[in-house]
């Protein structure tokens, strides 16, 4: 795997789609003499899906390594960055933002990927250490980053808790026009804000989609509308710079419904709509691979796995070869 460039690593899926094997010496070109033409835009697609989306590891699976370690098993299991915690026990603490983010992105960028997103604890622009998350990210070319979650005060009505939101993401928009950021909010599912996608447009209504938007969430999106997101996606795409991936199912355990995180394919999130969307509506942006099925406590950023290494490394790794054979095949 540490021989073979990402954009072989990408081909290598598409050919396993297609039932067939690849050599890590044959080019792009040559892969397509071996198909029949019917299948050849799998290559096509895939071919330029390298300078398309990007594809990070969401690094609180990592936090039980440092950033050298974190880097080097990022590259060695094929992703093109790492989406960075920079937030209370994460990867970078916020406090440190100015000499640690640095370190960091130093570590990803020798290893030969490149951190294109950052997950913070940021609300607003007076909080501490937003303004210093804020330009060190930018000052090393970072430009997207991911907000805080709101919860909705459930002393005033919906209609105030959207005014006042739509107000705090203003705040935050103006504090983004400073630094030359994005800022995303993720849909999360359950009692937050922006569960339900609706509230999220009405938040963001009046406000520049280049400074302030979503991280759009798919899995999360299909938990609080099974049959419904692909329409209300639709208000958000001018917003939607960065995405997460994800999936799981509704099981039954002790007489109660919940949410059962598992590998990519293995749940119920309409992944192909999904993509065709993406491919449909232009949406190319960076996306942060999550894995938050059982990992040994990975999934949760515990610091000491319960696993082995090779054990994370080999279910990462099949989710990431699934999630580049739909990349791969819808050309993104």
Same mark, same amino acid.
């Given at each position: 795997?540490?021989?073979?460039?990402?954009? +072989?690593?990408?081909?290598? !899926?598409?050919?396993?789609?297609?039932?067939?094997?690849?050599?890590?010496?044959?080019?792009?070109?040559?892969?397509?003499?071996?198909?029949?033409?019917?299948?050849?835009?799998?290559?096509?697609?895939?071919?330029?899906?390298?300078?398309?989306?990007?594809?990070?590891?969401?690094?609180?699976?990592?936090?039980?390594?440092?950033? !050298?370690?974190?880097? $080097?098993?990022?590259?060695?299991?094929?992703?093109?960055? #790492?989406?960075?915690?920079?937030?209370?026990?994460?990867?970078?603490?916020?406090?440190?933002?100015?000499?640690?983010?640095?370190?960091?992105?130093?570590?990803?960028?020798?290893?030969?990927?490149?951190?294109?997103?950052?997950?913070?604890?940021? @609300?607003?622009?007076?909080?501490?250490?937003?303004?210093?998350?804020?330009?060190?990210? =930018?000052?090393?070319?970072?430009?997207?980053?991911?907000?805080?979650?709101?919860?909705?005060?459930?002393?005033?009505?919906?209609?105030? $808790?959207? +005014?006042?939101?739509? @107000?705090?993401?203003?705040?935050?928009?103006?504090?983004?026009?400073?630094?030359?950021?994005?800022?995303?909010? *993720?849909?999360?599912?359950?009692?937050?804000?922006?569960? =339900?996608?609706?509230?999220?447009?009405?938040?963001?209504?009046?406000?520049?989609?280049?400074?302030?938007?979503? *991280?759009? /969430?798919?899995?999360?999106?299909?938990?609080?509308?099974?049959?419904? %997101?692909?329409?209300?996606?639709?208000?958000?795409?001018?917003?939607? @710079?960065?995405?997460?991936? +994800?999936?799981?199912?509704? /099981? +039954?355990?002790?007489?109660? %419904? *919940?949410?059962?995180?598992?590998?990519?394919?293995?749940?119920? #999130?309409?992944?192909?709509?999904?993509?065709?969307?993406?491919?449909?509506?232009?949406?190319?942006?960076?996306?942060?691979?999550?894995?938050?099925? /059982?990992?040994?406590?990975?999934?949760?950023?515990?610091?000491?796995?319960?696993?082995?290494?090779?054990?994370?490394?080999?279910?990462?790794?099949? /989710?990431?070869?699934?999630?580049?054979? %739909?990349?791969?095949?819808?050309?993104?």
């Amino acid at each position: 795997m540490e021989n073979i460039s990402r954009k +072989k690593f990408i081909a290598t !899926t598409a050919m396993a789609a297609a039932g067939l094997t690849l050599g890590v010496k044959a080019s792009g070109k040559e892969l397509l003499t071996h198909l029949p033409e019917n299948r050849r835009h799998i290559i096509d697609n895939s071919l330029s899906a390298a300078d398309k989306i990007k594809v990070s590891i969401f690094s609180k699976h990592l936090h039980w390594l440092n950033y !050298t370690d974190m880097a $080097n098993l990022a590259a060695r299991m094929g992703f093109d960055g #790492v989406d960075l915690t920079v937030r209370p026990d994460g990867h970078v603490l916020p406090q440190n933002v100015a000499t640690d983010l640095p370190k960091a992105v130093a570590a990803v960028e020798k290893a030969g990927l490149k951190v294109y997103t950052i997950v913070t604890n940021i @609300k607003s622009p007076d909080e501490p250490y937003a303004r210093d998350i804020l330009k060190a990210a =930018s000052a090393l070319g970072i430009k997207y980053y991911r907000t805080a979650w709101f919860d909705y005060n459930k002393s005033i009505t919906i209609l105030e $808790n959207l +005014k006042a939101v739509n @107000k705090q993401f203003a705040a935050l928009a103006q504090l983004n026009t400073e630094y030359g950021m994005h800022g995303a909010y *993720q849909n999360h599912s359950g009692e937050l804000f922006g569960a =339900s996608v609706w509230d999220l447009w009405l938040g963001l209504e009046g406000l520049d989609p280049n400074l302030i938007g979503c *991280q759009y /969430d798919i899995r999360h999106a299909t938990t609080e509308g099974a049959d419904t %997101w692909a329409t209300s996606m639709q208000l958000l795409v001018p917003n939607i @710079k960065t995405i997460n991936v +994800k999936d799981f199912y509704w /099981d +039954k355990k002790d007489g109660k %419904w *919940q949410v059962k995180s598992v590998p990519l394919g293995e749940g119920m #999130v309409d992944f192909k709509k999904y993509f065709g969307i993406l491919k449909q509506q232009g949406i190319g942006g960076p996306m942060s691979l999550h894995c938050e099925y /059982d990992l040994g406590g990975a999934q949760d950023g515990a610091k000491k796995l319960t696993i082995s290494k090779e054990a994370f490394t080999t279910a990462v790794q099949k /989710d990431l070869l699934t999630l580049r054979k %739909w990349l791969a095949y819808n050309g993104l």
